[in-house]
Structures are given as structure tokens and as C-alpha cells.
């Protein structure tokens, strides 16, 4: 989505919180009365039914659905309820609503819900909170304090989360030389990626669990890292060169890989290629 159109979601996000975290289940008539200025409204209370913070969820994510291939007004809608729902307590919500103010760039009051999110242990609330720590957003860089975070993420199943510590454990350490001949923002970039794990981490059992765990979730870049490891024997596997052809062909079909022998057996592959057609 354009920078502008998170602008214009940001703004809403701006319109007076403190209003949207004290809406109460039941509204005083005379409360209501004197802002409004209609003296002719009963002093008694009146109880507005809401919707649960659970419900205005769900109905957020199907306004957000709408919102992302284009839809301005609900992508707004959306982002009101994903603000009642935070301000009720709901966690994932909470973190929703602080990746709209990051993509606005308010990252302070985006540390604010993803770490209100990531206390009740939401999973993108911690992947979130994380993330801000590991690119130093609204809060000074800590890889360490930031794969805490997110490793913490990671444990409930969240690919996103996964996907960066497995490719932090898979990170090669580069040679002295080697950081030299880089630019220096794709030195800190290197560094990033590495979240300030060692060589020797890099090599333990955990390593090996994470390109596991990721590989079970179906993640290209770990499966093929499993599959170098049973041909080579890497952190302690038995080779197992028939193990590492099955890991190679899933990952080849995550990326839309198709095999050579099938190929060449292709109409639509010989038609690219330029092939004649085949007489009968």
C-alpha cells in the first residue's frame, strides 16, 4: 500500500485516544447530556451493548482483507476496530493496531501496543516488539534483547518469527577481510541478520532445531540447509543422501521448481524454449 494511504490510516489512529480507551460499557445519559448540551435527556443510565473485543477482531480482519487490495474505507473501518478491540484488551488487536502506526512511522506509540501485546504473550505482539529492538525503531538496537523477544514468537509457530531465526542461525560468519570489501549499511545489515549470535551457536544442537522447526513449516531456505547437512553430516546428522534428495525436491516445489525430467517433457516448457511443435 502507497506511504500516503498509511499516512491517511495513521491520522485516524491519532483521532483522540484517550476518548476511545474510556468508551464504557454503559454510557451516563447525563454525562452525554452536558457534553451535547440537550438538557432534555433523562439523567439515568442507559447501557449500550458493544460487540466483544473478540468480535470486533474478526470483523477488522475482514474490513483489513478488503483494505489491502485497495479499499480505503474499509482499510479505515478496519483500523477503528482494530482501536476499540485494543483498547479493551484485545492482545492481537493491540498488536494490529501498532503495526499501523509503525507502517506511519509513529514508532513510538507502535513500541507502546506492541509491547502491551507482547506482555499477554501475543504472538505478533512479540514478533513485533522484537522487530523494533532488531532494527533499533523508536528504541535503541539490541539484536540480543530483540531474538528474545522474538524467539519467544517463534516458540508459538509464527512464520514470520521462525523465518528469522532460522536465518540468524544460518547466517556464515564472514572473515575480517571479507566485512572490509562491504559497504558499511550492508555490514550493519550482516550484522543485523546475525542477531548476535556466535560462530559456535551457529553450530549447536539448538541450530539444528530451529533449521528443523523452521523445515517442518515448510521454509525453502531451511529445508535446503537440512538437506546440505544429511549429505555433509553437518551438526552431528548421519548421512543420509536419500533424506536430503526428499528435502531438496519439497523446497524445490515451495519455489515453483520444476524438475528436469519433467521439463523436458513440457509442451509449455519446449513452446518457451522455441521450440517446433511436434508434428503427429
Request: with cysteine; proline share 4%.
Amino acid at each position: 500500500m502507497n506511504r500516503w494511504k498509511w499516512c491517511l490510516v495513521s491520522l485516524v489512529c491519532w483521532m483522540p485516544l484517550t476518548f476511545a480507551a474510556s468508551v464504557p460499557e454503559a454510557i451516563s445519559v447525563q454525562a452525554t447530556s452536558a457534553v451535547l448540551g440537550a438538557s432534555a435527556v433523562e439523567a439515568s443510565t442507559v447501557k449500550k451493548e458493544l460487540p466483544t473485543p473478540q468480535q470486533d477482531f474478526d470483523e477488522a480482519m475482514k474490513l483489513y482483507e478488503r483494505g489491502v487490495t485497495g479499499d480505503m474505507g474499509a482499510m479505515l473501518d478496519a483500523t477503528a476496530l482494530f482501536r476499540r478491540a485494543a483498547f479493551r484488551g484485545h492482545a492481537t488487536a493491540q498488536a494490529r493496531y501498532g503495526l499501523t502506526f509503525e507502517r506511519g512511522q509513529a514508532l513510538d506509540t507502535a513500541l507502546f501496543f506492541y509491547r502491551m501485546a507482547a506482555e499477554q504473550g501475543d504472538a505478533e505482539g512479540l514478533f513485533g516488539y522484537g522487530m523494533m529492538f532488531i532494527n533499533g525503531e523508536g528504541i535503541p538496537q539490541d539484536l540480543v534483547e530483540g531474538r528474545k523477544w522474538v524467539k519467544l514468537a517463534a516458540e508459538q509457530g509464527h512464520k514470520p518469527a521462525i523465518a528469522v531465526m532460522v536465518q540468524a542461525y544460518l547466517r556464515r560468519e564472514l572473515s575480517a577481510d571479507e566485512l572490509a570489501q562491504k559497504k558499511p549499511k550492508l555490514v550493519q545489515e550482516y550484522i543485523r541478520i546475525g542477531l548476535g549470535l556466535d560462530e559456535a551457536a551457529r553450530q549447536s544442537p539448538e541450530a539444528l532445531a530451529w533449521i528443523q522447526k523452521a523445515a517442518d513449516y515448510d521454509n525453502p531456505v531451511a529445508l535446503d540447509a537440512l538437506a546440505a547437512a544429511y549429505r555433509t553430516g553437518q551438526y552431528g546428522l548421519a548421512v543420509d543422501p536419500k533424506q536430503a534428495d526428499i528435502l531438496t525436491a519439497k523446497a524445490d516445489k515451495i519455489r515453483g521448481i520444476v524438475p528436469k525430467e519433467v521439463r523436458k517433457k513440457s509442451a509449455l516448457f519446449r513452446l518457451l524454449r522455441g521450440d517446433p511443435e511436434k508434428k503427429k
